[in-house]
């Protein structure tokens, strides 16, 4: 079994990064995130009571 030189283990390295980085960049740009909807910040004078 041949030896791989090593010009080609640099070549299989920066092709499989490339590889791992466009994956990634895809999936991170093609991930929608749905905001939460805001809700109305309203307390009421009994819920800030504490029960002792």
């Keep these: 079994m ?4 090593p010009i080609n283990w640099l070549t299989l390295f920066l ?3 490339f590889i791992y980085l466009l994956f990634n960049c ?3 740009f093609i991930f929608l995130y ?10 009421s004078i ?3 009571n504490w029960k002792w």
């Design 15 to 17: 092709y499989f990064s």
């Design 46 to 48: 009994n819920s800030l």
């Design 2 to 5: 041949p030896q791989m030189a």
């Design 34 to 43: 749905k905001a939460p909807l805001p809700k109305k910040m309203v307390f």
């Design 26 to 28: 895809l999936n991170y």
